[in-house]
């Protein structure tokens, strides 16, 4: 299943991710995030980071391998197919999901914003390094 992924690129969307989270919700975002996290009644404690952060990788090379996956299936081996994979994966899946979650859930616009936002920009990076970093030819 697996076959035909580069892992250099799956390592360096991984680790490229990681620090674009960072940078998005720690420095670009801080203020309006933890706004609305309040505003919907959670209370950031900071407890287990070590295991949020942990999860976080986990689910980052999840969504990594998916996309890896997934471009190889559908043969996208240009910069613009592998970006337009994943930015169609990012609005048919997760935009979609995390829309109904924040309806239902009765979260602020923000709130979906900042994150949606993030994950269409994570995925359209990790789609751009799939598209950069090929796999070797078998």
């Known amino acids: 299943m697996l076959k035909g ?9 991984v680790l490229l991710l990681e620090v674009i989270g960072y940078l998005w ?12 996290l309040t505003a919907f009644g959670h209370t950031p404690t ?28 559908l043969q996208a081996r240009s910069l613009g197919a592998t970006v337009g994979v994943a930015l169609t994966a990012w609005l048919v899946f997760s ?10 859930m009765e979260m602020p616009a923000n709130f979906l914003a900042i994150n949606a ?16 970093i090929r796999p070797k030819a078998a």
């Open 95 to 104: 935009f979609t999901t995390q829309s109904l979650e924040y309806l239902f």
């Open 5 to 13: 992924i580069s892992w250099i690129a799956v390592v360096v969307a």
């Open 46 to 73: 900071g407890a287990n980071v070590a295991v949020m952060q942990g999860l976080g990788i986990v689910n980052t090379l999840v969504l990594v391998l998916g996309l890896a996956w997934l471009t190889a299936r």
């Open 117 to 132: 936002g993030y994950q269409m920009v994570a995925y359209a990076l990790a789609g751009a390094v799939l598209g950069l």
């Open 25 to 36: 919700y720690a420095v670009l975002f801080v203020k309006p995030w933890t706004d609305a």
